[in-house]
């Protein structure tokens, strides 16, 4: 029998999913107190190379309120063509054209290796796929060009077919007309009012002729054309697109000494979304925010224009002293709510060295499923590389981009239907999803039974068609009162940390930092407590099994996180971490968690090592990954050798090859990596360290005088507490009997 | 003046009675109420009067010529020896009173002697006011007047009435020569006894239609003759001859109808003045000097007052007190005309800087220093000339006194010696203390389906390409292009840029400027992205079938970009239909013919509320002139569209169901004018005045914040204000009285500048002077004015009635208190007012006056608006139109064919006349008009083979054609609007057009003939008198 470790791998490279508990425990009491709730992280687009797309439309249970999709988990009467839906029990007809099946001629999606199995399905004509560039002027000379330069790049990544616009703003808002001949022509906008979707339609001209949008009936894409102005396919207006950007200006009007310029991002969004609202409702579409700076005026403001008041702090939102910080984050979750009806999805690519109120706007990527990127500038490759990456491709040479994706989760038992709205998914894209057990304790489901979940993801593929998705699970449920070892073997400690920290940061969005803390710590404890096997008040005695082993290890990390902690970052860098971890896969976000360190040296091969203090040695080269940062950190001696140049003499090549171990390691998780990391290349003392230094357990500090002068790594300046510290507290309260 | 034409009311049938009366008439003495003084004579001049009636012209002329003579002599003796001696009343009114600059000589001249030289003088000098006003009217009038007036007392004998010109209804027709020749003849009979003596006594005085037969007397005469025109000629020579025979005639003649050749005649007295004053240097030093008509050719040679070019006035001579105002409801107005343009051989306006501190002004009435300044103290301090403060003289600015008292640099210093002038305006007159930028121009061209359809989108952008060079040359500087239907499209035209840029703007409702940089550029630098605009404009919308325009929104998107530009400018903006779209300023149609000579009626005129108000002050504190360019097929509410550019300073044309082949020409002709017209910008006018009267009322296109200051976004050549005064207090014979309009402006190469123009004037207790120096083209300006603000708020028929009532009451009072005493039936007018009612029922039967259905409610809301801002000159001829004859001209002159009146009678089949109105103008062919003119003028054989709807002549190498087509493209450089030339053949359906310009004969769709009207006016005298 395979490992759970195993199960839990080939489940996940098979369907995409990994559940908190692979044993489910029987009724809702028994579930709250597992502290850990039923859960899953879920990755509706995994890539499967080896799935081919079934041409034929799903069968569905035919009882209304259910529609579940025949799976492999259905029992099939191959003689009178009859399958019972698993969910709800109906009794289905196959449909005509299964006439033919039997035992051995079955549909791929009643074979178990189907578990998750893709539709294609012909809905009508294909809809072209839409890019809206939103573009900010305020930007320097320099920005401007590598935006520019970029934005031109991007149009021969789009395919033919797609349909682009444009939409710059600065002071005001200019949507671009891109089928004209002759004088390039822009609709202007003030950038200080804020105006309906049905008058910005109306201004643009569209409301005469827009007979579509009724039923969310997507346009045949010729009629789209002529249409609306404002969006062409690529191959059309490739020219004129790339001279326009190339006559792009930087925003004309004067900015005062003392002055931020006036950056209209609210209405430049609520033009975009109204646009694409009036044109292409319910077809996938993106819209691509690149933005300099902050909102400075009319509605979605995040700072005046002032420049000596400063944009919000961490510091001014506690004290609640953000003045615009509700108002524009309700402006800009009202927007992204309308987009994500229609199934647009926005994406913020926020370069400048001070904030630009990601804080306000991030809800125009979490509820669209867009993506954030932020950096410094431009002119960086960070942006650059990244931005192409949008634009990659799978295996079959199509977009790893998806849209308009509906996620539909039907649960055995329950019988309820919940639906997501994901506008845009990407292959990594997962989603948590938490399971409540709606048993009642005193009506247990039967003991061997099992539980199912389908998980119907419906999307427009980037090639312009409708695909469904289905997977379909099942668990056995388990009586937590006498199978508690079950469960508590059944645990799968990655996913569950991933999960409760999610949960974790969902509630540092609304709650005091400290508060997130505690619940985390309390939970924790109780974990602790519930599967943990200890003496009462010797907290020498306590031990966990080794599926928890090192999920408290996972949580101490999170809790140093910026995930949970603002300290040292910015509003807008909490959201950009946030918002990437709730998005990113399992591994991904454990990396996010908790950082993976390497360690190069002449003793051996490249080793992964202790996120610890412990880890910092002279003659040790470092590379740790955060996701967000790639760091490599040259030891003491390693960098005095470097400085020397021992690595140009001949006779130290192998200097020169620990050298290049890293930096080539790097490169390969650069490449893979959206979006792209900071990549910080650093040494001991050097001011970059410090990105290394705040992400290791401070197993020796400054106050850990016992450790102090030995040549076992490097004391870190911190007050934190120590793993070393947070474990021992962990298993005294956990033995407490106080508690 | 003192020329009394009495008209019997009756007058038809009174003629030939009248004769008789004159000479009765001349006996009695009329006068001597007023003229007391004089003693005697006047007695006897009042008799005339009563039966004189009769065949007007003739017994009329007879009658004055004589007493004029008699006049005359007196009178000469008098200016000779104390001018203020005079009668009284003649003192008054002009010279006596105005000692200072009068000066004698002026009078003197006068005087017996030299006549010639008073030729123009004249008029002034002696009987001063009487000259100026015209004595034609009836000649008999002369006579009479004499009597009335006869003042003289030295002479003893008789004298005119100066001021007034009393017409047989007949009589003075001065048209044809012979007959006056005769009425002169009759006069002197009449005179002759009491005058005899002199010769011309009375007719000398009394510039009485006598004009023509005073001359034979006193020298000065003659020129009053040469305002009858040639009648005067005739009958001076005559004059003796004449007499004798004059009464016979007139005695003959008697008819029953009333010759209209025998009421006053506008071409007559035009000729007259011209002949009298044209060509002349009219030196401006005299106090209360009235100018010649605004129709006469002169020169004006600055010497202390402004030129009658920048300000006329109604009376060059005040009441004293408000209550004579009252009494003779002459109302006191001036015209000003701050940007005039003046001809080629007069000096334009000197530019005096007073440095840093600026231009020196009173510190109390703030009045600008000008030559009514008073220095003394030995030249340390100066008394203010309208206040009477006393103000130090700043140290830069002290000049020692020469013994006159007057300073020593008095005649290097523009602002000491001379009327006009202007100063350099420091920061202190600048918005924000910032010096302007130059003014910009926008050209907003609606680009609906209808413009387009027209080919009025193509046609206005080829000539923009040549229009932009001739614009002046600074505002090539600032030039912006906005084309719109319901939305607006503004253009980058940046010279970097290869090809222009459109930016859109649909948020009609908050109006902004998409673009800063790019937007207004050098036409210059640019030229290259602007011609490559103006050539893509016509295609890109080459398709639209957008019908629905915008309206408010395109004015304040241009007044934005002033804004942001922080300029003042211009707006052309040519616009074809009803802003129906929704935007605000909305429109929708009201209009109804069912108002039309209701209550309600003044609602079609009142522009709609709300928008457009607040725009306009909008665009007026921005200095945003808006010229309008409205191309309708129907109507478009002009009442509310042509709101704002009637209170900025902007023009409205109209060209309705325009076509480029007929309308383009004339349309372009008038672009052409308005962007080459010298103006200023961001305007504000202020008029001051010293102590006892001041201004109270102000017409013109402006817009008031409070009640002194004129705002005005901009003002060009041909914007006239018109300014209301009322008695403050008593006013004082020997001080006289002043005003001081002061313009601050930016130049059109964006300095700030003050224009001052200053008019001193006479102030009399006597109404007789008042009558002497009322100008009536100025009086007509103002009652256009007022009854055009009127019909706003009241039913044109109460109007109607002020107009009548107040025309009636005027002449009433001269009658009652001027004119010697007379027989009620005889109409007796004032001399300078003597064409007045011809005027007034012309202003009556104007569009916006008449409650026609007929007419188009946009057509009369225009017209009212035009004249608003009408300078004297356009009033005159909107309401007096040239009707020149073409058929016999000397072609190979230069002149122009002497007008002929505005009656169908005047017209001949044979005939080929030209008629224009400023607005207007027709060729009008009769139906036997030889074939060989038609042939040299249209190049067709015939009047038959004539197409329809030509709008321009044929240019034919002859010297008729030639010559015609230099006598229209004459007139068209000359008005301020160019006119569509329109060619009517008499019968055809067009000619209906053409007639309702005929203002002497019967209103078209109702309003009374001039001679019907007259005798209304007289039944009305009639009725105030008893």
Known sequence: MATYQEFIQQNEDRDGVRFSWNFWPSSRLEATRLVVPVSCLFTPLKERPDLPPVQYEPVLCSRANCKAVLNPLCQVDFRAKIWACNFCFQRNPFPPSYAGISEVNQPAELMPQFSTIEYIVQHGPPTPLIFLYVVDTCLEEE????????????????????????????????????????????????????????????????????????????????????????????????????????????????????????????????????????????????????????????????????????????????KDNARHLKKATKYYEALANRSAVNGHSIDIYACALDQSGLLEMKCLSTLTGGHIVMGDSFN????????????????????????????????????????????????????????????????????????????????????????????????????????????????DQEAAAVLMARLGVFRAESEEGPDVLRWLDRQLIRLCQKFGQFNKDDPASFRLSESLSLYPQFMFHLRRSPFLQVFNNSPDESSYYRHHFVRQDLTQSLIMIQPILYSYSFHGPPEPVLLDSSSILPDRILLMDTFFQLVIYHGETISQWRKAGYQKMAEYENFKQLLQAPLDDAQELLHARFPMPRYIDTEHGGSQARFLLSKVNPSQTHNSLYTWGQETGSPILTDDVSLQVFMDHLKKLAVSSST | MSQQGYVAAPPYSQAQPGMGGYQGGFGTGPAQPLYGHYGGPPQAFTTPPAGMLKSPASSAAGMPPPPVSSQYSPNVQQNGAHPQRYPSPPAVYGQPTQSPYNSMASRGPPPSQQLTNEMSALNLGNYGPGPMQSPPPPISSVAHQPFQTPPPPAMGQPQMLPGSQSLNMSPQMSSSQSPQASMSMTSPQMPGPPMAGVGRPFPGPPPPGPGGFQQPGPPGYPQQAGQFGGHMAGPQPGMPG???????????????????????????????????????????????????????????????????????????CLPCTADLGKQCQVPLASIIKPFASLPKNETPLYVVSHGDTGPIRCNRCKAYMCPYMRFIDGGRRYQCGFCSCVNEVPVFYFQHLDHMGRRVDLYERPELSLGSYEFVATLDYCKNNKPPNPPAYIFMIDVSYNNIKSGLVKLICEELKTLLEKLPRYTQEDVGFVTYNKVLHFYNVKSALAQPQMMVVSDTAEMFVPL????????????????????????????????????????????????????????????????????????????????????????????????YEQLSKDCVAQGCCVDLFLFPSQYVDLATMADVPSHTGGSIYKYSNFQVETDGEHFLRDLRKDVQKSIGFDAVMRVRTSTGFRATDFFGAIHMNNTTDIEMAAVDCDKAVTVEFKHDDTLNEENGAFLQCALLYTTINGQRRLRIHNLSLNCSSQLLELYKSCETDSLINFFAKSAYRAILNQPLKNVR?????????????????????????????????????????????????????????DDRAHQRLSVMAMGVEDTQLLLYPRLLPLHNMDVSSDILPAPVRCSEERLT?????????????????????????????????????????????????????????????????????????????????????????????KGLYSGASYMDFLCYVHREIRQLLT
């Open chain 1, 143 to 318: 920005d401007l060009q590598a935006l520019k330069e970029s934005l031109q790049m991007s149009l021969s990544l789009l395919p033919p077919n797609a349909l682009v616009g444009l939409i710059t703003f600065g002071r005001m808002v200019q949507v671009h007309e891109l089928s004209c001949e002759g004088i390039a022509k822009s609709y202007v906008f003030r950038g200080t009012k804020d105006l309906s979707s049905k008058q910005i339609q109306e201004m643009l001209g569209l409301t005469n002729s827009a007979p579509l949008g009724q039923q969310g009936r997507p346009l045949v894409p010729q009629d789209a054309a002529a249409f609306c102005r404002f969006l062409q396919p690529v191959h059309r207006v490739d020219m004129n697109l790339t001279d326009l950007l190339g006559e792009l200006q930087r925003d004309p009007w004067p900015v005062p000494q003392g002055k931020r310029p006036l950056r209209s991002t609210g209405v430049a969004l609520s033009v975009a979304v109204g646009l694409l609202e009036g044109s292409f409702p319910n077809t996938g579409a993106r819209v691509m925010l690149f933005i300099g700076g902050p909102p400075t005026q009319g509605p979605g403001m995040v700072v005046g224009d002032e420049l000596k008041t400063p944009i919000r702090s961490w510091h001014d939102i506690q």
């Open chain 1, 380 to 491: 960086t490759s960070l942006f650059k590389q990244t931005f192409q990456r949008v634009f990659s491709k799978d295996y079959n040479g199509d977009f790893r981009m998806a849209f308009g994706g509906v996620l539909e989760v039907k649960e055995m038992g329950v019988g309820g239907t919940n639906q997501w709205k994901v506008c845009s998914l990407t292959p990594s894209t997962t989603l948590g999803i938490y399971f409540e057990v709606v048993n009642q304790h005193n009506a247990p489901i039967p003991q061997g039974g099992r539980g199912a979940v389908q998980f119907v993801t419906q999307y427009q593929h980037s090639n312009t068609q409708r695909r469904i998705r289905v997977t379909t699970i099942a668990r056995n449920w388990a009586d937590a009162q006498t199978q508690i070892q079950h469960i508590e073997s059944s645990f």
């Open chain 2, 242 to 316: 004449a007499f004798p025979g004059a009464p016979g005639s007139l005695a003959g003649p008697p008819q029953k109808k009333l010759d209209p050749d025998s009421i006053p005649s506008i071409t007559q007295v035009i000729e007259d003045d011209q002949a009298k004053q044209g060509g002349q240097v009219l030196t401006t030093n005299i106090r209360g000097q009235v100018p010649p008509l605004v129709t006469t050719d002169f020169t004006v040679q600055d010497q202390g007052n402004a030129s009658p070019r920048f300000i006329r006035c109604t009376t060059y």
């Open chain 2, 516 to 611: 800063l940089d790019g937007f207004l550029v050098n036409y210059q630098d640019s030229r290259a992205v602007i011609y490559n605009l103006l050539d893509q404009i016509p295609d890109m919308f080459a398709d639209t079938n957008e019908s629905e325009t915008i309206f408010a929104p395109v004015i304040q998107a241009g007044v934005e970009a002033f804004k942001a530009a922080e300029c003042s400018g211009k707006l052309f903006i040519f616009h074809s239909s009803m802003p129906t779209a929704e935007a605000p300023g909305k429109l929708k149609n009201r209009d109804d013919k069912k108002l039309v000579n209701t209550e309600k009626e003044k609602i079609l005129f009142q522009p709609q509320k709300g928008v």
């Open chain 2, 801 to 857: 009635e002020i107009l009548v009532n107040q025309t009636a009451h005027m002449l009433a009072c001269y009658r009652k208190n001027c004119a010697s005493p007379s027989a009620a039936s005889q109409l007796i007018l004032p001399d300078a007012m003597k064409v007045f009612p011809v005027y007034m029922n012309s202003l009556m039967k104007t569009a916006p006056m008449l409650g026609s259905t007929e007419l188009s409610t």
């Open chain 2, 909 to 1001: 089949d044979c005939g080929m006349f030209l008629l224009e109105n400023g607005h207007s103008m027709f060729l009008w062919l009769g139906q036997a008009i030889p074939p060989d003119l038609i042939q040299s003028i249209f190049n067709v054989p015939s009047l038959a083979h004539l197409q329809g709807d030509m709008c321009a002549l044929p240019e034919l190498d002859n010297v008729l054609s030639k010559k015609v087509r230099s006598i229209i493209s004459g007139l068209l450089d000359k008005r301020p609007n160019s006119m569509k030339l329109q060619i009517v053949r008499q019968k055809d359906k067009p000619e209906m057009l053409f007639r309702q310009f005929l203002v002497e004969d």
